[in-house]
């Protein structure tokens, strides 16, 4: 199958906007009140170091601006609206957990949303994922069916999880979700801690 990188980045940048915005949207109270700041500028610094994340983020976010000395990040959170590497949305700290996952199933859902960008690009190119891809020609090397079967799941999943987690009555399908991440142990399994 014919690589096409722009097919590629649009629907992976469509995707992650909504993960962002979803992701945004819950945090803000728990961030807002927070006095440590979780983003790091070497996370930053893989969005230039990466093709396909520089891709992403040139079409989705054009307007941001890189800082050498705090990155993307601005007064409000980081700049990007799409293009951030996938470990901007693993990390999930305990008062989020605390205040959104309140039983093992919804614990689950949310680890589900923080991994779909993760999950998406796991074995791209050969074991690699595709945002580790530093030359241009790597990019036509991409397994593309792997790439979007992995992406529809990941659609799939995070529609799911986001209305689950939003209170909507849907079917949580925990095999689904497992698909993307292992059920988390213990209420006590916290990413990012």
Known sequence: MKVDINRLVQRYGQLEKRVRQWTENVCRPYCSVCRHVCCRDHFCSEVRQSVFLSRVANQFSAQAVFDPAHGWLGQTGCTLVAGRPPVCYEFVCRAIVDGVAGDSLRHHALLVVSMVMTYVGKKAIGGRHVVEVTRSAD?????????????DQAEAAFDLAADFLDGRQVSARSDLFSSIVSEPRTKKTFYGD
């Open 139 to 151: 990019l036509k090397r991409i397994n593309v069916k792997r790439f979007l079967s992995r992406l």
